[in-house]
């Protein structure tokens, strides 16, 4: 949660109201496309009185950010709206989408993220000419432990604040059976991510799929953590291949820091 120390609002006092609309909305969110009836949305929002949901959802509704639905609610079109607001504001987002749209035609997907709490959050995926199973979309949300993204981001903190930010999570998410569950295991990776400068995900999200990701650098993102991703099958996954996997991903980052070297297959 963003601090308001030493802010020009540090002294504000939060809107009850606005509160309510919020834990609403993440309701409705996590509904992912459910309908939720005024009497669950009280309940699942933390027991908001059921004619307070009615008339927040009534503001939310005229500002399209909630859409009525067959006696309830859910999410609407303006929330679409701020969230691409949001994204175009963001330096790194502007910073990749430029860098890679000068890439051309070529096989490999790239996703930039960030890290919110313990989750990766990925904020730009650019397509490659190759399609695979997809394991990440704008907006979507994974734990740092199984990502290469999120170790890479990982690897700039020190293993005392890796230990206090996941000490809650221990043991961690499991979603494939190659999935890291433990804390030691998952610092030694770290070790080896700043050692090498990118991080691997070997089967860890999703089984078949190898992911490499590289640390933009903080100096491109005012000391806010963003990694670029690329994923490749496991069959095709070689030494070499990643390498150069590693090579255009870096060279990636690194224009987004304001170098000017070349990108493969400029002319």
């Known amino acids: 949660m963003t601090t308001r120390d030493g802010s020009v609002w540090a002294s504000a006092a939060p809107a009850p109201a ?47 950010l909630v859409r009525a639905v067959d006696g309830g609610f859910v ?8 969230s691409q607001a949001y994204l175009d504001a963001l330096d790194p987002v502007r910073a990749f989408r430029e860098q890679v749209g000068r890439l051309g035609d070529r096989e490999e997907t790239l996703q930039l993220a960030t890290v919110e709490g313990a989750d990766v959050v990925y904020l730009a995926v650019h397509e490659g000419t190759v399609l695979m199973r997809p394991t990440s979309r704008t907006g979507a949300r994974l734990p740092v432990t199984c990502t290469a993204l999120g170790k890479v981001m990982l690897a700039g903190r020190t293993d005392d604040e890796v230990r206090e930010l996941l000490a809650d999570r221990v043991p961690f998410e499991s979603r494939t059976p190659w999935s890291i569950t433990t804390l030691d295991t998952l610092l030694a990776e770290l070790r080896t991510a700043r050692a090498n400068g990118y991080a691997v995900d070997d089967q860890e999200t999703a089984e078949g799929i190898v992911c490499v990701a590289v640390a933009v650098p903080e100096t491109a993102t005012d000391g806010r953590p963003f990694a670029v991703s690329s994923s490749l099958l496991k069959s ?21 820091d304001g170098g000017r070297e070349r990108l493969p297959g400029d002319v």
């Open 236 to 256: 095709q996954a070689t030494p070499g291949r990643v390498a150069a996997v590693v090579e255009l991903i870096g060279t990636v980052v690194r224009r987004m």
């Open 75 to 82: 999410l609407g079109p303006g929330l679409l709206r701020l």
């Open 18 to 64: 606005v509160l309510r609309a919020g834990a609403i909305l993440e309701a409705l969110a996590q509904a992912r496309g459910r309908t939720m009836t005024p009497a669950r949305l009280a309940t699942a929002a933390g027991g908001i009185p059921r004619a307070s949901v009615v008339n927040i959802c009534a503001a939310l509704h005229d500002l399209e």
